[in-house]
Each structure stands twice: as structure tokens, then as C-alpha cells.
């Protein structure tokens, strides 16, 4: 009887992707635990790279010098989406590898699909996930019209380079990386090892055809990209869809871009008919309203080089319980409370008994330190109970000391408000602007009790 070949495994951190021999309670390399699986591998022993011959090099491979080398002029192109090109620093970069994770029905099939019916080029869209007919009929929802755009639905890597090979696109995109298994090795789709496997096959087809690939990634609960943590290595460029389910805003950032800046964001609104680009962010995130409230004001803030208006809303109120609550949509939640300690420690307002609620409206999350005194000037409106004057913006960082700092781009952010029809901007003392050059009244203050005076003084 012919023995058995016997097959190998190894144990693998779900986490972080490292192989270890056994199985560990803790992974000793990301120190997660209950991450160790065992996962089967190839069981065809080839000898190491550096040992194989000498004798089969192959001529195509060789170094250069990097002054000889030429850059291509056509480099990228457009996604003929104005808020996808740019995130990705201004289109879409030939044999490029692109990974875009987002939460489940947050939008990233939808988006895709999208992007590939509007293509001018030929796109090859593979769904993994959904049968031709949920395609289709997704397709017909958005209700764009493409000769060029191919769809297959397959999970075989080799059977997919097959059909690659056919018909020659020129982007490939890849509904989910997840979905994706490769013969070459044993293990079930969307395991580490296959993960990895497919990506590297696709970055490897993506970096010789010079084809650029874009792979949809599923996030795990946590919120960050499933499978190993080397894929965000190995792929140029990491977008992430985020937005509230409760909301139609949706955003899309850069969280690392070989090829521009990771500053930039997109916006998209969702529709009946897909996602609709934002370009005037400021005229949707400014609600419309007749009557002013209290706890309402408006921050100038920047994302990427684009200026756009918030609007943060607070609400103080006396804790009912003993522990007094803080939260907040949109804003991080511990430099809330640091804005508090300098409002009670610096400034002497009593807000430590107070219930403390914040909340950016249109359901987005931004980063500036700029919307500080924004953030400030809502609380102590919502606390005073005086709603702020109609038209006024703020932008400002706050230090530990409760004085107003200057914050980049201040240009840019006060023509933002004088254009969206603000007539006051409160700004920092210490930022160089001449306020003679702007239509819009500029406010220079140096310390939060001056904003106070001047507020509701
Ligand atoms: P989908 O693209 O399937 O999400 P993901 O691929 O990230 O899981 O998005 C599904 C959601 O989008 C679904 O809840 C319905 C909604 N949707 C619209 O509101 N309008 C549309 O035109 C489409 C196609 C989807
Ligand atoms: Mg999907």
C-alpha cells in the first residue's frame, strides 16, 4: 500500500501573521491572545532562493541604476470620481495595488462598482461575495451604462488569472481579498496564509503588467482590516469607507499612500442611486436651521488642503447620577474632557457635576485641533443657555493653560467662512493674518475668558 504523503502545518497568529511551531495561548510576537491557529501549507518541498542554481538566471530580472531609469509620463489616471482621485493623491496610479476596508453594508461594493462603470478604460470587476444577478442588478440601481466594464464571479485565483489573461483589463478589482483562495496552498479562503498568498500573487501581476488592483478588505470587530497585518505592508496604498450607518455621509481617508498624502478625505452621500460625490462639504454640514439654539457652533477645520464648516452641537446638563456622563460623536472623547479640566481649572467654570454631550453633525469624526474653541464656545453656549450670534465661526486650538493657539492654514479657513456667508471669525491673537484683507470680521483673542467676554459678555 502506497504511504500517505504526510501533510505539513503550521500554526498561525491571526493577528499579526507569524508562524510558530506550536500552539501558543499568546502569541509571543503581537502578544494577542487565543489568535494561534493551525493551517495547513504546501506539502512540495522547493529548496531556498538563495540556494537554487546559479545557472538559471533569468535576464529579465536585473538592477539598474536609479538616475538611468525613466519615469513614465502617463502614470495615473482619473477614476473620473473627483473625491476617489483625490484621496488617492490625484488618480489612479498604474500598477498600483490598492486596499480598501470598511465596515459590512458601509458602501465599498457599491463604491467600486461604481468607479468601474464609470471607467473610460477596461475594468474587470470579480465578486467573490455576490452572484452575477446581485451584481447586475446593483448595477442597474446605480443605472450607468458600460461596454468596457467585465464582470466575473470567481474565487480561484488561478481561474481568475485565466480570465485576466482573456481579456486583458486594464484594472482589475477584487470583491473581497477575503473570498479569494489560491491551490497553491490547503488552507479555507480568508485564513492568513491564504490571504496573504492571493494578495502577493495579485501584487505580484499588478507590479509586472503594470495594472493597478484594487482589493475590497473586510475589518474585523475591532475596526481594523481582517487577515494579517503585513497585507498593509504589502500593498501601496490603504483607504478606509467609514461613515454612521444612521447617516448618508460617507468618508473615505488614506491611511497610507505610497503615492500622495494621507491627509486628504472624500465625501459621499448615499443614495438611491449609489454615492453621490460631495464636493461642498460646508453646505451639508452646517444644518439648516432658522432659529438659533443654544449649544451650537461652528468650526472652520481642515481636512487634507480642503477647508470645510462644521457644526458641533453640546449639550450640558446637571448629572443625575453621581458619576457625572461625557460623550461624544465625531470627537475624541478624552481631548473632551482635557477641554474640560482647562474650562474648570483655568477658567472657573463648574462643569465637573455636569452631564457633558457632544456631537458633530452630519456623522463624521475630525481629527483638527482646530474646532477647540469651537468645541469650547458650544459647551459654555449650551451651559450659559445663550445661543451664540447668527453668523459666527471659530478656529482655534486650545492649550492646557486655556490660552488660544494658532492653527495652520488660517487663510484658507477664514475665506471658507467669509465664502459660506459667516460675518465673524474668532481666531487666535498670535496668528500672523492682517484682518484688514478679509470681508469677513477676524477676532483676535489670546485667552478663552477674552472669548467669553466677547460672547456673552
Ligand atoms: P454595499 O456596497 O453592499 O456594502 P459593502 O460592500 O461595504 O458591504 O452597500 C450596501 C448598502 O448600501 C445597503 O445597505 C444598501 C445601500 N445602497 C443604497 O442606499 N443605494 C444604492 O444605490 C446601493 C447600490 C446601495
Ligand atoms: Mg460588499
Known amino acids: 500500500m502506497a504511504s500517505k504523503p504526510k501533510t505539513k502545518t503550521a500554526f498561525f497568529c491571526q493577528n499579526c501573521g507569524t508562524q510558530h511551531s506550536k500552539w501558543l495561548g499568546q502569541c509571543n510576537s503581537c502578544n494577542e491572545w487565543n489568535t494561534i491557529v493551525e493551517e495547513l501549507i504546501s506539502n512540495t518541498s522547493t529548496p531556498s532562493a538563495w540556494q537554487s542554481p546559479k545557472s538559471t538566471i533569468n535576464k529579465s530580472v536585473k538592477a539598474h541604476k536609479i538616475d538611468s531609469l525613466q519615469t513614465d509620463e502617463n502614470q495615473r489616471f482619473s477614476s473620473l470620481n473627483a473625491e476617489f482621485d483625490r484621496v488617492l493623491g490625484g488618480g489612479i496610479v498604474q500598477g498600483s495595488v490598492t486596499l480598501i ?11 467600486l462598482l461604481q468607479i468601474s462603470l464609470r471607467l473610460k478604460v477596461k475594468c474587470l470587476y470579480i465578486s467573490g461575495e455576490e452572484s452575477e444577478q446581485q451584481v447586475k442588478l446593483r448595477a442597474e440601481r ?70 493597478p488592483v484594487i482589493l475590497i478588505g473586510h475589518i474585523t470587530k475591532d475596526g481594523n482590516l481582517a487577515g494579517p497585518k503585513i497585507l498593509e505592508h504589502m500593498v501601496d496604498t490603504v483607504l478606509q469607507f467609514e461613515g454612521d450607518r444612521h447617516h448618508v455621509y460617507r468618508i473615505l481617508r488614506a ?20 454615492l453621490k460625490e460631495v464636493l461642498n462639504p460646508s453646505e451639508i ?58 474650562l474648570e481649572k483655568r477658567c472657573g467654570f463648574r462643569l465637573g457635576a455636569k452631564d457633558v454631550f457632544l456631537n458633530i453633525t452630519g456623522g463624521i469624526r475630525i481629527d483638527d485641533p482646530a474646532i477647540d474653541l469651537a ?25 492646557l493653560s486655556g490660552e488660544i493657539r494658532p492653527v495652520a492654514r488660517m487663510e484658507q479657513r477664514i475665506s471658507e467662512a467669509e465664502k459660506m456667508g459667516l460675518n465673524q471669525i474668532f481666531i487666535s491673537s498670535h496668528s500672523k493674518i492682517k484682518a484688514g484683507d478679509y470681508a469677513i470680521e477676524v477676532i483676535s483673542c489670546g485667552k478663552i475668558e477674552e472669548v467669553f467676554e466677547r460672547l456673552f459678555g
Not at 499612500?257 to 442611486?273: D, L
Not at 468645541?375 to 492649550?399: M, Q, R, T, Y
Request: glycine share 8%.
Open 285 to 342: 454640514l452646517l444644518s439648516k436651521r432658522d432659529s438659533y439654539l443654544s449649544g451650537n457652533a461652528i468650526a472652520s477645520s481642515l481636512e487634507g488642503i480642503r477647508p470645510m464648516l462644521v457644526e458641533i452641537q453640546a449639550l450640558v446638563s446637571t448629572a443625575v447620577y453621581g458619576t457625572p456622563q461625557r460623550s461624544t460623536t465625531g470627537f475624541d472623547a478624552r481631548r473632551l474632557n482635557m477641554l474640560l479640566a482647562v
Open 101 to 111: 476596508g470598511g465596515e459590512p453594508g458601509i458602501g465599498k461594493s457599491t463604491l
Open 142 to 211: 446605480i443605472g450607468i451604462q458600460n461596454q468596457d466594464c467585465y464582470l466575473l464571479t470567481a474565487t480561484k485565483s488561478q481561474e481568475i488569472f485565466q480570465q485576466i489573461a482573456l481579456t486583458e483589463p486594464d484594472i482589475v478589482i477584487i470583491d473581497s481579498i477575503q473570498t479569494l483562495h489560491s491551490e497553491i496552498l490547503d488552507s479555507a479562503p480568508g485564513s492568513v496564509s491564504q490571504i496573504r498568498q492571493c494578495a502577493s500573487e495579485f501584487i505580484q501581476f499588478a507590479k509586472e503588467s503594470n495594472t
Open 375 to 399: 468645541v469650547i464656545a458650544a459647551i459654555l453656549s449650551s451651559s450659559e443657555d445663550i445661543p451664540l450670534a447668527n453668523k459666527i465661526c471659530f478656529a482655534a486650538e486650545v492649550g
Open 255 to 274: 491611511n497610507k499612500n505610497r503615492f500622495g498624502s494621507t491627509a486628504e478625505i472624500g465625501i459621499y452621500e448615499m443614495q438611491g442611486a449609489g
